[in-house]
């Protein structure tokens, strides 16, 4: 008999036919009293601790569930993972286990160097590996989805219509199990799917416009028109340029440089993050108020009908043929790697939106209030008051998304399995193949492996805590 | 006036009157994009998984479930039916009696024997819309020769973990939180710590040694290894004993003047009074345990009969790599419950997670 079916079985006597008669022989129900029975038998071991030890008992008997169920499948491995860490073996008994000390994070460490995962051996090889890619992984994505989640909740947040429809929208995503959100963008990513027909079927359109006559023409003096309406009214407000149309226009120029590629003349080709980099520094310096706002805006305005003139139509749309790649298993290129990262903020971003949502929503209004009177600008109300007392939330949202982030699994191993070749192989993975999935199970690299890990997330954790005890100082 | 303006005015003198302003756009836009990033790829599997395996398997991207009219042919059998454009523009309903080449040979369907070769470019199948139920009835009703997808075991599985584990869940967890929040007694603190601690120790760091505890527990393989090792969650303890925080003492009081037994209490007052926190804490652990995958992956994997939704689909869709209807359809299958469970109960879901700020 297991331990478990003893256990089983002694409670079942214990509190099925001694609280019975313990409590028939306390109270009388009446028939119609049969369910209150059936309670009373349900919390018979906390009226047991009544009787025996009055009311100062009850407590630890309402406690006692939880605390065994922590204690066991918590607390115990724990501890226990030091010790299977120390022993080796295949064995599934903990006794039969030999000692072996600290052999299995030797294994890891038999590097020649650790950050340069190929010198370790297999063991140590795969743990590096796993655990720099998800080191990586958190860089990349926990700032994106912090960003994201927060602009998604200060959007919400606005004064805008259906607001409950849009909140849950983002949430709906956070409800689907690992399991189908996988099936879903195998789906869509894979190589005859979804998004490989829209990206051919837009370029085999844009081809086709582009072959047009005239087109060319067309294009540039729409854009030019476009531009001008849009520069026009950044710079009409009164009290300086306006902030949001600022935003349009340096998006409008981030495409206009990305299409010009002025840095090829000097042959410094494909530096797509200029144009990001241009609009962005011109959306900042317009929203946070420098007295140059307006000559910022039209030195880029100029800016802008020299890329105009300089774009030449036709090489920009010379679409070639496009080859579908299956984004999820093509080697060397880092589109798994791209994907993992927007799949895991598309399904967790909502609720890191919520959280922060809360955090908005407790902000009081008269502030803002007060900003107006001042005739604060947004970006500069956002910037003083909202982001400082949103602070705090978005201090838990990194914490939490960083932890989640260092253990992604599921997604991962539905999606691309780790591959190509180790490119997306992740540290639970490791700890997941090492002692589960394999043919010689070995449960002390993985435990050596898990505790490893343990130190890295408290590492991080500590180290964020510290950073924003430093802010809340100052 | 504009005439954006003109159109969103809102009655009212100027200062006051609504303006649809450019920050309103970028907002709505914003908006906009967002969802249709989060929901096309959703109706995208479900419009595919009612298109028949043909259209699946040829990556049809048209939007309507559009399939091949097969037809029985006197003398010859079932055959697809293509639509032939002769040069003139006229069309005739045909089948291919031979290998598709560039020249193919094709017979009229009223006239079977008379073979006749067209070019491959001139026949386009001949279609009609229709909703291809055989991707769910196959697999669910063990179907031409689908009999690998327990759908019904599965379901039972994946239900009985989800409901016992609730209910275990919501019990335990409401004890603990009644003794924290309406009893003074020696430790309180050690155990507000302790479970404190619990949240701090993520639960993939202690896959192995949990493992060695499940299974000296002789509960490794059944759904009681999945259940019971989360049933005690520090997310809903804390969660509830907030909300009990709020219950005043007086009824404790009065209850207690009346020789009502502590249990009593628990069940007769303070669950009641507390609903609204358990029934948030009821819809997280619904959703934890229906979405659960890496423990079960640990602990079920090896025996079928022990499965949970999640864990079939993922066999499903490792055995045929091919069969990607099928697969879509148990998808959209796995997705329903909880995507109705949503929409019924999102204001509550969105309220209790904004709340708790945990999961």
Known sequence: MTPAGFVVAFAALFWGLGGAIWLLKRRSYTLRQVPQFFMDLLGFPVELAQSVWGR?????????PNMLIFGFFTFLPVILNFYVSFTGGASISLFDRPWVGWEKYGEIFNCESIFTPKTCTNPGYNFWTGMFNTLWFAAIQVP?????????????????KGRGFWRAMFFYPVMLSPVVIANIWNWVLHRKGALNASIGEAREAMTGLAGLSGFDMVATVLFAVILLIVSERTLRGNDGPSASWAGVFGALLALLVYWAQPL???????????????????????SSGQSAARLVVIGAGILCVALL????????????RYRPINWLVTPNTGWPFFWLVFVFCWSHMGFYMLILLAGLQAIPRDLYEAAKMDATKPFRAFYRITLPLVMPTLTVVLVLSLIRSFQIFDEVYLLTGGGPGRETFMVVQNIYEVAFSNDHPDYGQ??????LMAVVIAVFT???LWITRRQSDL | MSVATFLTRTKGNKDTAETFSIQDFLAYAYLLVGVLVILVPVLWTFFSSIKSDTAVESFDTRLAPMSQISQEITGVGPKDIWVYTAEDGSTQLVYKAGPTRKLTDVALVDQPDEVFKVPRKSLSPHEEMRVATENYLDPILKRNGQDNFQFFTYLYNSVFVTVVATLITLLINA?????LSKYRFKGRLTFTILIVATLLIPSSIILVSLFFVVWSFGIFGSLWGVIIPAAATPT???LLRQYMLTIPDELLEAARMDAASEWRIFWRIIIPLSLPALSVLAILSVIWRWNDFLWPLIVLISDPATHTLQLGLTQFAGEFDTNFHYILAMTVVTLIPITLVFVWLQRFITTGIATTGLK
Do not use: E, K, R
């Not at chain 1, 960003?147 to 998604?152: D, E, K, P």
């Not at chain 1, 993985?446 to 505790?451: D, L, M, Q, R």
């Not at chain 2, 004890?175 to 003794?179: E, T, V």
């Open chain 2, 236 to 238: 809903g303890v804390f």
């Open chain 1, 144 to 160: 994106i989805l912090c960003v994201v989640a927060l602009i998604t909740a200060l959007v919400v947040n606005q004064n805008i």
């Open chain 1, 462 to 464: 500590f180290f964020q």
């Open chain 2, 175 to 179: 004890m603990a939180a009644f003794a």
């Open chain 1, 264 to 286: 090829s003349l000097i042959g410094m080709g494909g530096f797509g993050w200029l144009g990001l980099a241009l609009g962005a520094g011109l959306y900042w310096v317009v």
């Open chain 1, 446 to 451: 993985a435990a050596a492996g898990s505790i």
């Open chain 1, 56 to 64: 100062g008992g009850v407590p630890y008997a309402l406690l006692l």
């Open chain 1, 309 to 320: 003139l300089a774009i030449q139509f036709d090489s920009v749309f010379s679409f070639g």
